[in-house]
C-alpha cells in the first residue's frame, strides 16, 4: 500500500528559528513528490520534486528530494508568524492519478 | 490563486437527504478531482475526471457519485448523506494529470446531522 509519512506530527519553534519538515514516502515506482501550506483553507502548492538532490528554492523555503532514501524536506529559515500552518507532502506513485498525501506537520510559529 | 470556486461553502443536512457540490473552474483544466479531508486521514481522492463524461474512482468512493458534462464544471453527489460523510470537501485541477501540480478550490464544509 502507498504511504507517506510526515514528521513530526507538530512543531512549535519560536520566530526567527529554521525548521526542517520531513517527509519519508513508499509508493509504487514513484513520480513527482509535491508540498503544500495549508492555513484555514484549501492547500495551496509550494514546491514539485522530481530528482534527487536539485533543491528547490523560494525565498526563505526550499525543499530537496532524495530518492534513493525515499524522503524529502522541507526546510524554513527566519521563520514568521504568517508560516504558521500545516505543511503537507503528497506523493505521485508512476500510473496513478491519485496523489497520496502525508498527514501533515502542524507548525506554529510563537512571536 | 487557479480561478476554482466551490459551492456551497458550507452546508448542514440531515442523514438520508441528498447533497450535491459543486466545483467551477475558469482554466480549462482537463483533470478535475473531489477530495475529503478528515482529522487523522488527511486528504484522500474520492473521485477525478480525465475529461468531460470521463470520471473514475479514487479510494473512498463509496456513498459517493459524480458528473461533468461541462469542461469548467464537477459535481459530487451523496445520494443518502450519512454523518460519516461530514467532512471538508475540496476541489482540485490539474492541467496534464498523472504528475502534475493539483490546485486547490476553497473547500465546502458539510455537516450531516
Known amino acids: 500500500e502507498d504511504k507517506v509519512v510526515q514528521s513530526p506530527l507538530s512543531l512549535v519553534v519560536h520566530e526567527g528559528d529554521t525548521v526542517t519538515l520531513n517527509c519519508s514516502y513508499e509508493?509504487?515506482?514513484?513520480?513527482?513528490l509535491l508540498w503544500y501550506k495549508q492555513e484555514k483553507k484549501a492547500p495551496t502548492f509550494l514546491f514539485m520534486l522530481?530528482?534527487?538532490?536539485i533543491e528547490k528554492k523560494s525565498g526563505r523555503l526550499s525543499s530537496i528530494l532524495d530518492k534513493k532514501e525515499l524522503f524529502s524536506i522541507l526546510n524554513i529559515t527566519a521563520t514568521q508568524t504568517g508560516d504558521s500552518a500545516v505543511y503537507l507532502c503528497?506523493?505521485?506513485?508512476?500510473?496513478?492519478?491519485?496523489?497520496?498525501f502525508g498527514q501533515g506537520t502542524r507548525l506554529t510559529i510563537n512571536p | 490563486d487557479a480561478g476554482i470556486t466551490q459551492s456551497p461553502r458550507h452546508k448542514v443536512t440531515e442523514t438520508g437527504t441528498p447533497v450535491t457540490l459543486r466545483c467551477h473552474q475558469t482554466?480549462?483544466?482537463?483533470?478535475m478531482y473531489w477530495y475529503r479531508q478528515d482529522p487523522g486521514h488527511g486528504l484522500r481522492l474520492i473521485h477525478y475526471?480525465?475529461?468531460?463524461?470521463?470520471?473514475d474512482k479514487g479510494e473512498v468512493s463509496d456513498g459517493y457519485s459524480v458528473s461533468r458534462s461541462k469542461t469548467e464544471d464537477f459535481l459530487l453527489t451523496l445520494e443518502s448523506a450519512t454523518s460519516s460523510q461530514t467532512s471538508v470537501y475540496f476541489c482540485?485541477?490539474?492541467?496534464?494529470?498523472?504528475?502534475?501540480?493539483?490546485?486547490f478550490g476553497p473547500g465546502t464544509r458539510l455537516t450531516v446531522l
Open positions: 482540485a485541477i490539474s492541467l496534464r494529470g498523472e504528475g502534475d501540480t493539483q490546485y
Open positions: 509508493v509504487t515506482n514513484f513520480r513527482s
Open positions: 522530481t530528482s534527487s538532490g
Open positions: 503528497a506523493v505521485y506513485p508512476q500510473g496513478a492519478q491519485k496523489l497520496v
Open positions: 482554466e480549462n483544466h482537463r483533470y
Open positions: 475526471s480525465y475529461g468531460v463524461k470521463d470520471t
